[in-house]
């Protein structure tokens, strides 16, 4: 476990669902399109920290600053879950909640990766963010794990109705329903990346990814190792394409695709700079893939985000579209069993790779 994390609870992880749960027991929230933190909260210090126990809080003053008058409101620490987005500058100082609908993970990109104090300060201001909070893990000296979700849920609203400011649009509360339909329909108008059903008795159990909370896809995103790049075509620079890949169940890095779309010109730049210092003679796939143009091989270390239109039986991307780099998983757990999808809300499944 990492020494940032220390004692901190490692995030819970919803399962891949196929329908949407009927019944009084299952309530409804909007799927995030941001960077999940565990946020360890009290008046003279803030750790936001990662999937990968990796402290984002340098990067994320305006977060920071809004948990320290938070704990400082409610003269308690801390432990939330919740969801860094990306926002509109405009809307700063909003009192409507953000959603996935205005949260594109690649406006985060900028802000993920910064170790400029400059350039982080100038960006809290022009590119800032929201945590959106939708669970407790402690509150003061008490430990919320064991208890129900409706209690937990219980102790954020009566947090945020304390403690809470309603015209810093830096921390929000989750949007949270019964009616999940009624959530769907909206995600779908909205183009969402999709929504996350919680059963109401259900525990919080850190490090597990358990079936009492489903995630349900509109869209596909998955994440995917850089094992490689191309030489770039005609005017194009740095990088023609990004080679793509995941480790199976024998720990094999298996290839799956390539992308080149999504970046901007200072993106390939950046990618390029990062991946030159990654560069090897031998392929890291299992079976190397051919080419057109000339490939370069990488150590796979590079964790990338991408949308795609399908995963096909072959088990290959189609129509991938590079979002953006993720330090907030660790390359090993990328695994082809991870990207068992369905195109969900048709019943047409694309490929069970479980």
Known sequence: MSTTRSSLPEPMYATLGHELPRGPDWVFEPKYDGMRVIADVTTRQVRLVTRNGKDKSTQFPEVVLALRELARRARRSLVLDGEIVARAPRRRRAATPVTSAGSEFQQLQGRMHLKDPDEIVRLAVEAPTTLVVFDMLRD???TMLTSPWTARRARLDALFAQAGDPDDA????SDATARGAAMLTRARRAG?????????????????????????????????????????????????????GAYDKHGDFVYVGHT????TREG???????LAKLERRTAPFVVAP???????????????????AEWTKERLLRQPIFLGVRDDKAARDVTIEGVSLQRWGTGEMTNDAA
């Open 290 to 308: 051919r080419t057109n143009e000339q490939a370069h091989w990488v150590a796979p270390k590079v964790v990338v985000e991408v949308k795609f």
């Open 268 to 274: 390939l730049a950046a990618m390029h700079e990062r």
């Open 192 to 244: 969402w990346e999709g929504i996350i059903a919680k059963r109401t008795d259900a525990r919080y159990l850190p490090g597990a990814r358990a079936d009492s909370w489903l995630k349900l896809k509109l869209l596909y995103r998955a994440e995917f190792v850089v094992g490689g790049f191309t030489e770039p075509r005609n005017s194009r620079q740095h990088i023609g394409a990004l080679l793509l």
């Open 170 to 173: 830096t921390l929000r509360l």
């Open 140 to 142: 003061g000296r008490t």
């Open 260 to 263: 080149g779309g999504g970046f």
